[in-house]
């Protein structure tokens, strides 16, 4: 099976949109997007970034990374209605890559009669109108993408003006982390053979299965977006958990239960981690060996949890796009979302 990964012309034909130079170009986003911009006069006390499948996930990047280096409660919004203690107080960010999002329209328009800064990242579309024509703050980033496949230049741009209205130095973090992700695309890439891609040995793993993907609370990000890019790209069943808080419910139908092999724990094991929520890490992966599982483990670099959830996010990217591959699906149309939206319209 990893053969076949290591077969360029079999996976062109298979990944007829060119899906794999969307999920490549993610460090290269970050980099453009990581702007100087001005400095935004602004007061917030809380931080609201509201949005939806891809769109949203830059927001679980950031309410990560604010909760261990911002004062700012910070909170991600994956609905039509804010919660009712946002105020003109609280600095909004409405995140739409298409811009047409029905859900974020409406919450754009639920944010407007809050009254407090707001800045909308998009590259067009209805919600880019309607700020434009209200005199709001617009970021536009490229268009011509998936949104799943844009979180660079999405995260990127959030992130600045999180910086830029002097909350926390997230930008310049993500920045400095940029060498270390260049050189680990080099070693995901398709023409990296499999022999030294993780992503191709972890695909290999985990192909007849259905993966349950696990990390500590402080990089959940990158356990959710395995579980996103898996479910659209592989077009498979995958799905996540927190640690410690799946050692509270979901180990006991691990260790318990009945047995199913194709059920599969994936462990994001970051180098960061420290503490009590590192030993439950590891007394979590010891209990599954001890009990006959055979965990995936994936061991993040990086000096700290940020740098851990992008090299998670990356390696996860390569991941979904591997199984596809295996699966001989074309990983960019998602057919399901398609229907859906039509019948919501």
């Not at 993907?213 to 069943?237: D, F």
Request: proline share 6%.
């Amino acid at each position: 099976m990893l053969a076949h990964l290591d077969d360029l012309a079999s996976m062109s034909r298979i990944d007829t949109t060119g899906m794999i130079d969307q999920l490549a170009s993610f460090p290269y986003q970050l980099e453009d997007s990581l702007v100087d911009g001005h400095r935004r006069d602004v007061e917030a006390a809380t931080v609201v970034v509201g949005g939806l499948g891809g769109s949203a996930m830059g927001g679980d990047v950031i309410a990560e990374y604010m909760a261990l280096r911002s004062s700012a409660p910070t909170m991600v919004v994956r609905d039509t209605m804010l919660p009712n203690w946002v105020d003109e107080s609280t600095l909004i960010l409405i995140i739409s890559y298409s811009g047409n999002t029905r859900e974020t329209v409406s919450l754009y328009e639920a944010a407007r009669e809050r009254g407090g800064p707001m800045v909308i990242i998009t590259s067009g579309g209805r919600i880019g109108q309607l700020a434009e024509d209200d005199g709001e703050e617009v970021v536009l980033v490229p268009s011509g993408l998936q949104p799943r496949a844009a979180l660079g230049y999405l995260l990127g741009s959030a992130a600045s003006v999180i910086e830029s209205a002097r909350l926390s130095p997230m930008a310049s973090e993500i920045r400095s982390s940029l060498p270390r992700l260049k050189i680990l695309l080099e070693d995901l890439r398709p023409q990296a053979e499999a022999s030294r891609n993780i992503a191709k040995r972890i695909a290999n793993r985990l192909v007849n299965t259905m993966p349950f993907v696990y990390a500590p609370a402080s990089i959940h990000s990158a356990a959710r977006r395995w579980q996103t890019q898996i479910n659209e790209n592989s077009k498979m069943l995958c799905l996540s958990g927190e640690i410690p808080e799946i050692d509270h419910n979901q180990i006991v139908g691990w260790i318990d239960g009945v047995r199913d092999d194709r059920n599969c724990p994936v462990i994001l094991r970051p180098s960061s981690e420290e503490g009590m929520n590192a030993r439950a890490l590891y007394a979590t992966i010891d209990l599954m060996v001890d009990s006959g599982l055979d965990p995936v483990i994936v061991d993040l670099e990086g000096d700290t949890p940020l740098a851990n959830a992008l090299h998670g996010i990356m390696i996860g990217d390569f991941v979904s796009y591997y199984l596809a591959m295996m699966r001989e699906v074309d990983p960019l149309p998602v057919p399901a979302i398609t229907e859906l939206k039509k019948r919501l319209a």
